[in-house]
């Protein structure tokens, strides 16, 4: 926190980060399946004041991993639950076609990035305070499934959050707020096959354009 000769002050702070989550094993069929999360985080806030008014400012993004892998046993399955974040730190980019090889039929692996950003503003005059602040948050993520020995589906999705808050009061306080959200998803399948395929399925990882052929 800096103050300056007239006693407004700003603050700022960044922190960064990775964590990992990976779930108990599930049984599914004669295998057993565990989900998993990485997520790394960078993210900072800025906030001034100037007498009875306040203001803050923050932005933070995060790039995330996550997926399912699959096991014959219940003890290889545990295995790397326990040792998920030394596992997974050199795992292949399933978005290309030497990395969805990799991956065992009935696997995925999803890859993405999101943003949030806020801002509010507040004020406080004889007792009463008033304040307001709003925050969006975007996510766009490429998910990609084996489902057989060459054929693969592929989805893009994206989505947005909008929130706002506001609050008044003295004694008591009055809150109130509104939200929205929106998003879609595309899937394409691709059988990697063919050179044709593994193009259109490269080139769709990549842009998230709907090829003419190949998919």
């Keep these: ?49 100037a007498g009875p008014f306040g203001a803050n400012f923050g932005a933070s993004g995060a790039e995330l991993e996550k997926g399912t892998r699959s096991f014959a046993s219940e003890k290889e399955a545990k295995e790397f639950k326990e040792h998920a974040s030394a596992r997974i730190k050199d795992e292949p980019d399933a978005t290309s076609v030497a990395g969805a090889m990799k991956l065992g039929i009935g696997e995925s692996q999803a890859k993405g990035k999101s943003s949030s950003a806020s801002a509010g503003a507040s ?74 395929g593994k193009q259109a399925f490269e080139q769709f990882c990549r842009d998230q354009k709907v090829p003419s052929r190949g998919g």
């Design 1 to 49: 926190t800096v103050k300056d000769n007239d006693g407004n002050s700003m603050s700022a702070q960044v922190t960064a980060g990775v964590e990992v989550e990976a779930d108990e094993p599930v049984k599914e069929g004669d295998r057993w399946v565990v989900r998993y999360q990485k997520t790394k985080s960078l993210g900072g806030t800025v906030g001034a004041g």
């Design 123 to 196: 004020a406080t005059f004889e007792g009463a305070s008033a304040g307001i602040s709003h925050q969006t948050k975007a996510t766009d993520e490429v998910e990609v499934v084996r489902v057989s020995e060459t054929v693969f589906e592929v989805t893009a999705k994206t989505s947005t959050d909008h929130g706002t808050d506001g609050s008044t009061g003295s004694l008591v306080t009055a809150k109130r707020g509104a939200s929205s959200q929106s998003g879609e998803a595309t899937t394409v399948r691709f059988d990697l096959a063919t050179s044709e």
